[in-house]
């Protein structure tokens, strides 16, 4: 299973850059999720890797061959589209054996191939079935079975569940973890869906504006966001972004209270708490105080949007079902642990003792 | 109202339903009327007298005069009419699919995304515009044998040109060569099918194949056959009917020696020339079975390869 | 004059002839008074030709109601050329709305045998223009089984043209009395102009026919007929003509390389305007042709654009061949006629008389299209007096005048236009050598009789 490799890769449309230069390596076998919001160049990337989209600047390489120029058919990749992209004037089997016969492979080692991987994918009845006759998730299996049958170094995932339903889209990601295990294949798999990637991902790599803003697996991703784009993008309910002033005693609340661990000489940080590490308590242990917007009972989990005095907006994510109104006055306490803090610049600080959470 | 146990609201659900589907079935009705009176005014009742006319002595002037099958006999013994079907087909024969594969060809070309290709589409789409007459004379001057600008160029290459229009035996070939002109519409016809197949299919058969004629033939031909399948139709229909650019080029005689002497010219000479309606309304009788016939057949093995979007389930 | 002023399309050859009016179904635009026809008005239709020529006719249909206390005439120009026309003009008679006079550039026998036009014999009887003052010839170009469908007011006349600085650069006498006065003499005398230089023709002498329209008065000229219409029998596969064909195609075989499509690569020798088809300029204006064969519609186009590379050419009798007796001449007339369903025939018949001799006579000085009724005082076209003064100009009227009187009859048969076409392709195939002579004639017989038995039954 192949290696891929970018190295200072760049793209523009007319003056306007896309792609600012990125570097990364994927791994032989690993599963690596591009995520980041619309626009950021993630499905660019995937289609430069592909071969869809020239390259202006830097290279791509696969199994350590140089592909930056190769057309796609010669780079070893297959890629499963948003849309299917099935060819709609062909049966399953045909879609799936258009490559084979193309390449030359003898008529009845292209019937092998198909015969295996429809059994694979549980699609060995639908082979006689043409694309319009199928269901969504039917041909986005077609479609994964078309990438599977040439046996490619590096699959390439664009939004390929987006247009299922929730059900469906839950089903088939856990058919391409379970391929992604059973084959031992380089996966690289772009959605803007947070979920897919923490589910699927070795690694994730965020993207915003053509950039990296952050490699690392899901966990790393989650819990040291490397800066607040990622905090806030990774996680729902969002992160809390708090603004706060570093003083020589520890972290300082715009609103008053002050945390624990890093000292600083009064610099602007941004403290970010997941919804989870906020707990009710009393107004007299609170460190926030607001009044409750928005109830969201999720039934094992209730939601809570709070406005704060100071005009800003905390999140608490609590678990149960808490009977609370609309309009109640909420008392929330912050547990630093998993917190972070973020400098001026937007990048992450290491938090020094964030366990000692008292003031 | 009737009285029935059923609760009010399943009584009154499918009659409203009802009602709408009349309303819109009139409504669909109203907005046809105009075309099903246009067709019935302009095409089923010329049709109609067509077919009576074709077995009438009629001179234009005066009423027809019933002859029976006498104007399909003399069809059948006019030299003219067999000598203009044939050339009339062997244009068609090769015409038609020189046509399309050029046609193709430059939907191709134009169907590539460049800053200059809705230029290059407007350009090839206005030759159309031109006055069928004005084409045909243009083309006559430029395939002057001596002092034609064609000729001189070719002469000037070394070639031994032909005399295009002059010579009987290069006259027809000539004739289909000016027919590939313009080729407008087929392109923009085959350049909308092409640009309704999807990108991500295109991009699938480039991840598939490296070779381009691979996806031409295995993917991009099939997906456009319903257009191959209108330009094919209509190019025959047009073929058949091939008139003006013969007649300008050949006059009422199809000169020279007959190489350019068309079905429809034959037609409308006896028509309009000898005032021979009845011969001519036959000829147009023969001409409609012809290309009935043909379409039909057309249509019959369309169904083994021409692939519909909307098709089978 | 202008190179506008000639109205009649036939200078142009068949073929750009049609391609102005080829186009079947082209929407034609038809001026709102086109229909409005009334009793006490006259409407005339012409088929096309130039400003001027609509200008003339406007000009004296308007001066002749006005006299005649008629109400506005009204004269619609061009409702689109030759079929087109034809067609316009069969659906108005077909609809009961026609003109109450139109003038046609196609014979009127066809379409006044069918019964479209009304017959003038009896209103000829007793006026102004009866029967007798007519060249027999000319009128036959109207008439069918004895009735006179229309009136040939003046007419293009087919005669000889030379020129005479070609003719004394050889020494030869160029007066008109000199030229030649036999196919023979013509065929020999035309040697001494035909210069070929590889397969280009550089200069050539006279030219064996091949206009279909004009090939009766060769037959004419060889003692024969195409058309015999009392008997109404076609001759043309006769003696005669089989003679007059072989004759053109040794002299082509002999002269011209057996090959009219070098003569045409060389130059427009076949008439004396610029090909339409092929651009080329007439060899007759450019001095590369001694003479040829033309309708004296050419005196008014001859100046204009390209202007002769000489001054001085004449006009002569048509030779005649070796079963001829005497010279004829042919024309190819402007013909008038009342549709059927006229609102005022006797105002329209009475117009046609006041054309016929008065009126011609305008439209003679400024177009030249020569007046026929034989009591037509003709004075010379101005143009042609300015340009080769009055002598030489009333020497040409008086020639074609002449002419005008010893016309062979053509443009009388109910199948003219099926005759012409059967005629083209027989020559195309002779000249061609697709056929032989007596072979192409004789199927050109066989179809134009057939054609015209099937017209003339029941």
């Known amino acids: 299973m192949g290696m891929v490799q970018l190295s200072g890769v760049r793209k523009f449309y007319g003056a306007l850059e896309v792609i600012k230069g990125i570097d990364l390596t994927v791994e032989p076998g690993e599963l690596v999720v591009f995520v980041g919001p619309s626009g950021c160049g993630k499905s660019t990337l995937l289609r430069m890797i592909a071969g869809l989209e020239d390259v202006d600047y830097g290279r791509v390489e696969i199994a350590s061959k140089d592909v930056t120029e190769a057309p796609p058919a010669q780079r070893g990749v297959a890629m499963v589209f948003q849309n299917y992209a099935l060819y709609p004037h062909m049966t399953a089997f045909d879609n799936l054996a258009y490559g084979l016969r193309r390449a030359g492979l003898a008529r009845n080692a292209v019937d092998k191939r198909v015969q295996e991987t429809a059994a694979l994918l549980q699609i060995s009845d639908l082979l006689k079935r043409k694309p319009k006759a199928m269901s969504g998730g039917q041909r986005q299996r077609v479609a994964i079975g078309r990438a599977i049958v040439r046996k490619p170094e590096v699959f390439l995932f664009d939004e390929p569940l987006s247009n299922l339903d929730a059900a469906l889209r839950v089903e088939m990601r856990s058919q391409i973890a379970r391929l992604h295990q059973e084959l031992a294949a380089t996966m690289i798999f772009v959605t803007h869906d947070q979920v897919e990637a923490m589910t699927l991902a070795d690694r994730i790599v965020v993207l915003n504006a053509g950039r990296v803003e952050q490699i690392g697996t899901p966990r790393e991703v989650y819990h040291s966001p490397a800066n607040l784009f990622v905090a806030g993008f990774i996680g729902s309910p969002a992160m809390n972004l708090l603004p706060a002033t570093l003083g020589p005693s520890g972290v300082a609340l715009v609103s008053g209270p002050v945390l624990g661990g890093h000292s600083g000489t009064g610099e602007a940080v941004t403290l970010g708490v997941r919804p989870d590490r906020l707990t009710l308590t009393s107004p007299e242990s609170a460190h926030l105080s607001g009044e409750a917007k928005l109830i969201e009972h999720l039934g094992d989990e209730t939601i809570l949007h709070l406005a704060l005095a100071d005009g800003g907006a905390l999140t608490i994510k609590l678990a149960g079902d808490v009977a609370l109104t609309i309009g109640a006055r909420v008392h929330a306490r912050i547990d630093m642990v998993g917190a972070s803090l973020f400098g001026a610049d937007g990048r992450a600080m290491r938090l020094e003792g964030a366990r000692e959470t008292e003031a | ?280 309304a036959a000829m147009a009788t023969v001409l409609f079975v012809v290309v009935l016939i043909l379409t039909l057949l057309i249509f019959k093995t369309a169904r083994s390869w021409v692939h519909y979007e909307g098709g089978e389930t | 004059m202008s190179n506008t002023t000639f109205a009649v399309p036939r200078q142009i050859s068949r073929r750009g002839f049609l391609a102005s009016s080829a186009a079947l179904g082209t929407a034609m635009v038809l001026p709102s008074g086109a229909f409005a026809q009334a009793e006490g008005q006259l409407l005339l239709w012409l088929p096309g030709g130039s400003e001027l020529f609509c200008k003339i006719h406007t000009g004296l249909l308007e001066g002749f109601s006005a006299g005649a206390s008629l109400g506005a005439a009204t004269t619609v120009c061009g409702l689109g050329q030759d079929t087109e026309f034809t067609q316009s003009l069969i659906g108005a008679i077909t609809a009961g709305n026609p003109p109450d006079i139109s003038m046609l550039w196609d014979s009127p026998v066809s379409l006044g045998a069918q019964g479209a036009f009304m017959p003038l014999d009896d209103m000829m009887k007793g006026s102004k223009i009866p029967l007798e003052t007519w060249p027999a010839g000319l009128l036959s170009s109207c008439q069918f089984k ?109 002269e011209y390389k057996g090959d009219f499509n070098l003569v045409d690569r060389s130059g427009n020798f076949l008439d004396g305007y610029p090909n339409s088809t092929t651009g080329m300029g007439p060899a007759f204006r450019e001095g590369r042709q001694a003479g040829m064969q033309s309708g004296s519609w050419l005196l008014g186009d001859i100046f204009a654009d390209p202007v002769p590379s000489f001054e001085r050419w004449n006009l002569a009798a048509n030779p005649v061949g070796a079963s001829g007796s005497s010279s004829v001449s042919g024309t190819w007339p402007n013909w008038f006629v009342i549709p059927v369903g006229s609102k005022n025939p006797q105002a329209a018949f009475d117009y046609l008389s006041y054309l016929a001799i008065e009126g011609s006579v305008q439209w003679y000085q400024q177009i030249p299209d020569v007046p026929t009724n034989s009591q037509v005082q003709r004075k010379a076209p101005a143009g042609l007096v300015e340009k080769r003064g009055q002598a030489v100009a009333d020497d040409i009227t008086a020639f074609l005048g002449e002419q005008a009187a010893v016309v062979t009859p053509m443009w009388n048969s109910p199948v003219q236009s099926f005759y012409t076409d059967q005629i083209a392709r027989a020559v195309e195939k002779i000249y061609t050598k697709a056929s032989p002579v007596k072979d192409a004639l004789g199927e050109a017989q066989a179809a134009t009789q057939a054609e015209l038995e099937r017209v003339l039954a029941g």
């Open chain 3, 146 to 254: 004895g009735v006179t469908y229309g009136l040939p007011i003046t007419a293009g006349v087919y005669s000889m043209w030379y020129n005479e600085e070609m003719f004394e650069a050889k020494g030869i006498p160029s007066d008109r009395g000199s030229f030649p006065k036999t196919w023979d003499e013509m065929r020999k005398m035309s040697k001494e102009f035909t210069v070929w230089d590889g397969d280009k023709l550089v200069s050539a002498g006279f030219m064996p026919n091949r206009v279909p329209e004009t090939m009766a008065i060769w037959s004419a000229l060889n003692g024969g007929m195409m058309f015999d219409e009392t008997n109404l029998k076609y001759q043309i596969d006769s003696e005669q003509n089989i003679e007059m064909m072989t004759f053109f195609l040794e002299w082509l075989d002999e």
């Open chain 2, 1 to 280: 109202m009737p009285i029935t146990s059923a609760p009010p609201e399943a009584a009154v659900l499918p009659r409203r339903n009802r009602k709408a589907q009349r309303g819109e079935a009139r409504a669909g009705v109203l907005f046809a009327l105009p075309w099903i009176i246009g067709m019935t005014l302009f095409v089923a009742i010329p049709l109609v007298v067509t077919f009576y006319i074709a077995q009438t002595k009629f001179q234009i002037i005066g009423a027809p005069k019933w002859v029976g099958m006498q104007n399909y006999e003399a069809l059948w013994s006019d030299p003219a009419f067999w000598k203009s079907a044939q050339n009339t087909l062997i244009f068609a024969a090769i015409s038609v699919p020189v046509k399309l594969i050029i046609a193709l060809g430059l939907a191709l070309l134009l169907n590539r995304a460049t800053a200059l290709s809705g230029f290059y589409r407007t350009v090839f789409y206005l030759p159309f515009l031109m006055p069928a007459v004005a084409g045909s004379v243009v083309f006559m001057l430029l395939l002057t044998p001596n002092a034609g600008p064609v000729n001189i160029a070719l002469e000037a290459m070394g070639l031994n040109p032909p005399d295009w229009l002059l010579d009987p035996k290069a006259a027809l070939w000539t004739l289909i060569l000016l027919s590939l002109w313009p080729l407008g519409v087929e392109t923009l016809v085959f350049l909308g099918g092409l640009q309704n197949i999807p990108k991500d299919v295109s991009e699938a058969a480039d991840l598939d194949s490296p070779k381009r004629w691979h996806k031409l033939v295995w993917i991009t031909l099939p997906l456009i056959t319903p257009m191959v399948l209108f330009n094919l139709v209509i190019g025959i229909i047009y073929s058949f009917q091939v008139f003006t650019q013969a007649i300008v080029i050949g006059g009422t005689t199809g000169t020279p020696a007959e190489a350019t002497l068309m079905y429809m010219v034959v037609l409308y000479r006896a028509a309009f020339r000898y005032f021979n309606m009845g011969l001519a």
